[in-house]
């Protein structure tokens, strides 16, 4: 499993990294809608729809989606940023009330619709983050990144109380924190970095604090979805890794949320 872990990764990263950061505009938009389009294929079966037919022509929908919204200027419009986060309280709701209120969203078709609040977003908050300049997009991968790696050792060194049982056992509230501190300090690097002033440095830091706090939601949602559709991986697209999903859960929160609250910036 390490084995293919490690080729994978060395095979993939590269390939992602040219397109995050070597494409713009329309070519930009093209790679990450490809990158969302094999996780709304994944979607598809966590909603409970398992034939390659029911999934294809959700792709399929979804893509002409993402069409309609690129040609009517919606892709640069903010309103799809404030769906997502409407959206991400509701999904804070479920996961921190589940599975008591399982049967709210249970419904296949129910299911389903949350996509279009988790991955559509996604897809806009990236064109709009990489308009607005490769520095916040690099910022936002690495507060994701910073947020699960502080919190995988907090969590391993002290962590006791647990953050969400009934959905992922392994994470605590000592995790989380380990988290907020780690980005915390990636915010005062950035900040630093790009010679903000006082004033955008505290914002920058309360910001990341926010967002920190919704990747971990965004980590919990799927973990929610998979436990609920009994399977430990969203697919095996990504060898050693599962799918795509299951590698982009905590950004399809971040991401748009970062992407709204930038602007105040």
């Given at each position: 499993m390490l084995k293919q872990r490690l080729i994978t990764a060395l095979i993939l990263a590269p390939l992602v990294l040219l397109g995050?950061?070597?494409?713009?505009?329309g070519?930009?938009?093209?790679?990450?809608?490809?990158?969302?389009?094999?996780?709304?294929?994944?979607w598809v079966n966590l909603a409970g729809y398992e034939r390659p037919g029911q999934r294809l022509l959700g792709v399929a929908v979804a893509a002409a989606l993402m069409g309609l919204l690129w040609l009517g200027g919606a892709a640069q419009a903010t309103w799809p940023l404030w769906?997502?986060?409407?959206?991400w309280l509701a999904?804070?709701?479920w996961v921190t009330r589940y599975p008591e209120r399982q049967a709210q969203w249970q419904a296949p078709p129910r299911r389903l619709v949350m996509g279009l609040w988790v991955l559509l977003p996604t897809w806009v908050g990236f064109i709009a983050l990489r308009d607005g300049g490769a520095e916040w997009l690099l910022f936002v991968l690495l507060l994701v990144w910073t947020a699960d790696s502080g919190a995988y050792f907090a969590g391993r060194a002290y962590g006791r109380r647990k953050l969400a049982p009934s959905v992922s056992p392994g994470k605590s509230w000592e995790g989380v924190l380990g988290g907020l501190v780690a980005t915390t300090l990636l915010a005062?690097?950035?900040a630093l970095w790009l010679g903000l002033s006082?004033?955008?440095l505290v914002l920058l830091v309360v910001i990341t604090w926010l967002v920190t706090g919704i990747s971990v939601v965004g980590d919990l949602f799927?973990?929610?979805?998979?436990?609920?559709r009994g399977i430990k991986d969203s697919s095996a697209l990504l060898p050693g890794h599962g799918g795509v999903l299951d590698r982009i859960?905590?950004?399809?929160?971040?991401?748009?949320l970062f992407a709204l609250l930038r602007l105040w910036l």
């Open positions: 995050l950061f070597g494409l713009s505009g070519a930009f938009a093209l790679f990450t809608a490809a990158i969302l389009l094999l996780g709304v294929w994944e769906l997502a986060a409407v959206g999904n804070l709701y005062l690097g950035f006082p004033g955008q799927e973990s929610m979805l998979k436990r609920s859960d905590s950004l399809t929160a971040a991401v748009p």
